[in-house]
């Protein structure tokens, strides 16, 4: 009997040691961003979810993107229809550990959003209605480039379209987009408008960035929009921290990186004070297409496209990166850090 006992008593402790060296293992625990790397999900599959943005829902990050697979020239507008994969959603509780959940927004078989390239999805959650609101782009042809909505009950979908919406531009029509959710429960939505009053399209179009508020149920436009900037402008995307209300957007350059304009208000709807770029090396070679407040640091952080990085015959290989951004209380300038290493939701030192 006491040999049993014994037993028992040595099992115990190696399966406690066991426990201990397996939690002491830093690579178990480790939640390090590493910057210009392909990142895998759990399956060790590589991320795909390009031009995506980050929500969080009850303590889960969610990361809703695009997916070029079968498209690695990165045909956009008409003929990108064919080959459109839907949207993919990953999660994680980490920002570092993504777990694939699947299609959330499939590619409809007819009807709207047959055609043409839908892109830029981004999704929050309406306290009202219990329903999860995605606004995405649908974009066919220039200049005929619509925000529309969906709506699911979870927030890895399925997502239920609702049809393009009237935005508050001269045409209707709008092209990247972002949302942004206050503390109050308001929302607003923030995009290009390819079709500024004084466009001209023999010299190009003027793409402005404007932001509209959105009816209480997140379905659609109050087409109040105020312009942040007036021209030059894509991929824009919208956050509060420290009290102030930062909006940012790249230049109009294709896939190529460009440095990251910023405004900054004290009200969502401005007015806009405009600042100096906030990045450096085009920041760092990609393009802001999302910013997310992260309280456990009391950190904004910057989801980035680094597009044909790392391979320049397929864009669906492109990386990512998360970046820092920093506003700086007593003088109101924003600024955006690279780091090769980083744990988000720790504070810095």
């Not at 006491?2 to 040691?17: D, G, K």
């Not at 399956?43 to 795909?48: A, K, L, P, Q, R």
């Not at 990165?74 to 550990?97: E, I």
């Not at 640091?297 to 496209?305: E, K, P, R």
């Amino acid at each position: 009997m006491f040999q049993q006992i014994w037993r028992v008593v040595v099992s115990a402790i190696c399966l406690t040691q066991l426990a201990c060296l397996a939690s002491a293992d830093p690579e178990a625990n480790d939640t390090t961003i590493v910057n210009g790397t392909d990142w895998k999900d759990t399956e060790g599959n590589t991320i795909v979810a390009h031009e995506g943005e980050l929500s969080r829902f009850n303590g889960v990050f969610y990361w809703y993107g695009s997916s070029y697979e079968n498209n690695p020239k990165g045909r956009f507008r008409m003929p990108a229809g064919p080959v459109w994969n839907g949207v993919q959603v990953y999660s994680s509780t980490d920002l570092k550990n993504w777990t694939y959940k699947g299609v959330c927004l499939p590619r409809p078989e007819k009807g709207f959003g047959k055609v043409g390239a839908t892109g830029r999805a981004h999704v929050m959650y309406n306290e009202k209605t219990k329903k999860y609101v995605m606004w995405y782009r649908w974009f066919v042809a220039m200049p005929a480039s619509f925000l529309c909505v969906a709506t699911a009950d979870h927030p890895e979908g399925p997502f239920t379209p609702h049809g393009p919406q009237q935005m508050g531009t001269s045409t209707g029509f709008g092209s990247d987009m972002n949302i942004f959710q206050d503390d109050d429960g308001k929302a607003y939505v923030i995009y290009c408008d390819h079709n500024a009053p004084d466009a001209k399209p023999a010299n190009g179009w003027r793409y402005a960035i404007r932001i509209d508020s959105l009816s209480d149920d997140y379905l659609t436009s109050n087409r109040d929009g105020v312009v942040i900037f007036d021209k030059g402008c894509e991929a824009p995307a919208m956050v509060k921290h420290k009290g102030k209300y930062i909006a940012v957007a790249s230049g109009v350059h294709g896939w190529a990186g460009s440095n990251t304009k910023c405004a900054v208000a004290d009200s969502p709807l401005g007015e806009y004070k405009k600042q100096a770029d906030i990045s450096e090396q085009k920041s760092w070679g990609s393009q802001v297409t999302d910013l997310i407040y992260l309280k456990e640091s009391d950190t904004v952080m910057a989801l980035c496209d680094q597009w044909w990085n790392s391979d320049k015959n397929d864009i669906n290989k492109s990386r990512y990166l998360f970046l820092p951004l920093f506003l700086n209380e007593k003088t109101g300038k924003v600024k955006m850090e690279y780091r090769e290493k980083w744990q988000p939701l720790k504070p810095s030192k």
